[in-house]
């Protein structure tokens, strides 16, 4: 399994708190992306990064900030929780970008009540 | 926007038959296909991927490519229980880093 490791697995927050969320990873792989997975929806981009401190959005960043600091280490912030944030979180890596696999964390599942 | 389809399903095969999984991609500029299996409650995990037309065998699995048309498929053979799984096709760009998923298609194996 590639060295990937998210953490909370599981967090239950309340409405209007930040929320912070890690992706760590031991590859060494430069692009690193955060997908939420909700029924009927699909796995949908939240934000992306090509390289410390080079992010990009998703098509559904509103409500979530990132940040990228050092290789091995990708935060996912929402800045304030509503009920709509309740999803499955996965992180996921890539060695060369889209034209190549990406390999996925174990996930977070987020509860905001 | 690019989009990814897939028949969500689901798609009940005996055991021992062969599954045929299907997806069509809009953005005649993709050039990178892979297919994920995801188990209920569980991370995507990679089992193919493809770049160019024509068909890729791994084992039990077999992905197809054709760029003229869009589409691109997965073939399990010998279709175990196990395999009984949600297959997402995803779809990426030339200088793109974003991979593009399909909803997903729900693979169910009788035994």
């Known amino acids: 399994d590639a060295g990937i490791t998210q953490s909370p697995r599981h967090k239950v927050t309340e409405t209007g708190t930040p929320v912070t969320l890690r992706c760590h990873q031991t590859?060494?792989?430069?692009?690193m992306y955060w997908y939420r997975q909700d029924p009927g929806h699909g796995l949908r981009l939240i934000h992306y990064?090509?390289?410390?401190?080079?992010?990009d959005k998703g098509e559904v960043s509103d409500g979530y900030s990132v940040s990228r600091s050092k290789t091995e280490d990708f935060l996912l912030t929402l800045e304030s929780a509503t009920s709509s944030q309740t999803s499955v979180y996965f992180c996921?890596?890539?060695?060369?970008?889209?034209?190549?696999?990406?390999?996925f964390g174990q996930g977070t599942r987020l509860t905001v009540v | 926007q690019k989009e990814v389809e897939q028949n969500s399903g689901p798609l009940s095969v005996p055991e021992g038959a062969i599954a045929s999984l299907n997806c069509t991609y809009s953005?005649?500029?993709?050039?990178?296909f892979f297919w994920y299996r995801q188990y209920s409650g569980k991370s995507p995990e990679l089992i193919m991927s493809i770049y160019s037309n024509g068909d890729k065998e791994d084992g039990r699995f077999t992905a197809q490519l054709n760029k003229a048309s869009q589409y691109v498929s997965l073939l399990i053979r010998d279709s175990q229980p196990s395999d009984s799984a949600t297959y997402l096709c995803?779809?990426?760009?030339?200088?793109?880093?974003?991979?593009?998923f399909g909803k997903g298609t729900l693979l169910t194996v009788n035994p």
């Open positions: 953005d005649r500029g993709s050039q990178s």
């Open positions: 590859e060494n792989h430069r692009y």
């Open positions: 996921a890596i890539s060695d060369r970008g889209g034209n190549t696999e990406a390999f």
């Open positions: 990064s090509y390289g410390v401190k080079d992010t």
């Open positions: 995803a779809v990426s760009g030339g200088s793109n880093y974003k991979l593009t």
